[in-house]
């Protein structure tokens, strides 16, 4: 592990993505609770990628264009629903409604966002071994060991996103105006995240 290999992930984990915003406005929409479920749930859908690439499967799916096409649109449709479900709680948000929310659900919800993410397959077997000593015993320890550090940055960067959408949650409820608007833009975000999936080249 070098000190490169831990800025550029800061890097990488720290630019917002799929993961980051579901965290962000499940703090928003639920609190501080529902932010660390969230951040824990994308954080574990991250651990079959890693398995898929040590094991060798990764690059199986990019001999198999139709399953890597399948998974793509299977997150494209799930970043869709994301964004009408973040819609619908806009009412209730503004009005400081109870908003009760399913904490395994939610889970789920998280952990299936980075799940059917075939970017997140292709990353670790792009990104992972630059930072490999080639002349390393064990390669694929040095590997899960770097990939620990990544997901464990992965958590502690999400838990502050999630946790500093939850503290503005108070303001928030006191100027419906920028909730609406800020859940709307949650929304949007899916929305967009959903587009760049369908046009992206894997």
Known sequence: MTPDFLLTTF???????TG???TMAAGISHGHRAAVQAATGCTLGILPHLL???GGLTALLQARPLLLEGLRYLGVAYLLYLG?????????LITGASCPVDELQLIRQAILLNLINPKLSLFFLAYLPQFLD?????PRLQMLFLAG???AMTWLVFILYGLGAAHMRGRLLASPRLAKGLSV???CAFFIMAMRLCWTNL
Not at 11 to 17: E, F
Request: hydrophobic letters at 55%; aromatic letters at 10%; glycine letters at 6%.
């Open 11 to 17: 890097i990488v984990v720290a630019s917002p993505g």
């Open 20 to 22: 980051a915003v579901l």
């Open 185 to 187: 833009g949650f929304a």
């Open 52 to 54: 898929l690439t040590l």
């Open 149 to 151: 550090i990544f997901i």
């Open 134 to 138: 080639r002349e390393a015993p064990a």
């Open 84 to 92: 009408y479900r973040q819609l619908r709680q806009t009412n209730a």
